[in-house]
T-cell receptor, first 112, second 118 residues
Framework: DSGVTQTPKHLITATGQRVTLRCSPR?????VYWYQQSLDQGLQFLIQ???????AKGNILERFSAQQFPDLHSELNLSSLELGDSALYFC???????????FGPGTRLTVT | AQSVTQLGSHVSVSEGALVLLRCNYS??????LFWYVQYPNQGLQLLLK??????LVKGINGFEAEFKKSETSFHLTKPSAHMSDAAEYFC????????????????FGKGTKLSVKP
């Protein structure tokens, strides 16, 4: 158990819908990272927050957004969902930038 | 910019044989390098990391990796494979903190699936 929790574990929704994925980092970790894992794209970095502020953006679509709350949990919002958004979404946390990242179990999103 | 290439999407070894998973990186600044393992239907678990200290890094479950700057490589090895090592392995790179505003986000390779035959 990495200490990072993600909910829900599975999510099935229809095209055009909006979903919210939730992540709670390890106790004491200030950085939260979101990654997407798909068969064709592999593991891709989406976005990073540090102590409530956005710090880095990767290959994140405009339809996707995230935030980190004062209690340091983070949410990833995916809207206008398309079939191609079906993937595993991982959250990871670290003490600070460059530190080792601990991954949650992931949320498997299926868009039908 | 950083990138990672993992040679061989599938590697098969016999139980007790040497495991060698290859990783080459590209980085314009000194890198931090990591190996993660992913078991089916699970998240990623950190095996080991290189953060500019010793070039030979020992990790969990008997794995180790050697950072070779001249070859831009960070290959993962284990002297004797066990059935429980069957999983997918990912090599990742990030710029050393304080270089170019790095925030530590990881760039992953495509992964190598390791099969272990009895």
């Amino acid at each position: 158990d990495s200490g990072v929790t993600q909910t829900p574990k599975h999510l099935i929704t229809a095209t055009g819908q909006r979903v919210t994925l939730r992540c709670s980092p390890r106790s004491g970790d200030l950085s939260v990272y979101w990654y997407q894992q798909s068969l064709d794209q592999g593991l891709q970095f989406l976005i990073q927050y540090y102590n409530g502020e956005e710090r880095a953006k990767g290959n994140i679509l405009e339809r996707f957004s995230a935030q980190q709350f004062p209690d340091l949990h983070s949410e990833l919002n995916l809207s206008s969902l398309e079939l191609g958004d079906s993937a595993l979404y991982f959250c990871a946390s670290s003490r600070d930038r460059g530190g080792e990242q601990y991954f949650g179990p992931g949320t498997r999103l299926t868009v039908t | 910019a950083q990138s990672v290439t993992q040679l061989g999407s599938h590697v098969s070894v016999s139980e007790g044989a040497l495991v060698l998973l290859r990783c080459n990186y590209s980085s314009s600044v000194p890198p931090y390098l990591f190996w993660y393992v992913q078991y089916p239907n699970q998240g990623l678990q950190l095996l080991l990391k290189y953060t500019s200290a010793a070039t030979l890094v020992k990790g969990i479950n008997g794995f180790e990796a050697e950072f070779k700057k001249s070859e831009t490589s960070f290959h993962l090895t284990k002297p004797s494979a066990h059935m429980s090592d069957a999983a997918e392995y990912f090599c990742a790179v990030t710029p050393t903190p304080n270089y170019g505003g790095s925030q530590g986000n990881l760039i992953f390779g495509k992964g190598t699936k390791l099969s272990v035959k009895p």
